[in-house]
């Protein structure tokens, strides 16, 4: 709410989506079998990233 009121509600809104996909995304590869070329750090670490960038922008409303 507070972010559209001050006219950046798209880009809340667009960061929480981010944000909950990269988790999803993050879910997804944690249920994934440790053998499964998919399931690597990098590819880990960099939903993680994801999903903290964009609550970092989030906060920033």
Known sequence: ???SSIGQ???ASRAV????RALEDLNCLL???PSDALLS???MRNNITNALEALEKYYQF
């Not at 989506?17 to 909950?20: A, I, K, N, R, Y």
């Open 31 to 33: 249920r994934k079998l």
């Open 1 to 3: 709410e507070y972010a």
């Open 41 to 43: 750090p990098e590819a």
């Open 17 to 20: 989506d981010v944000c909950l």
């Open 9 to 11: 509600g798209k880009a």
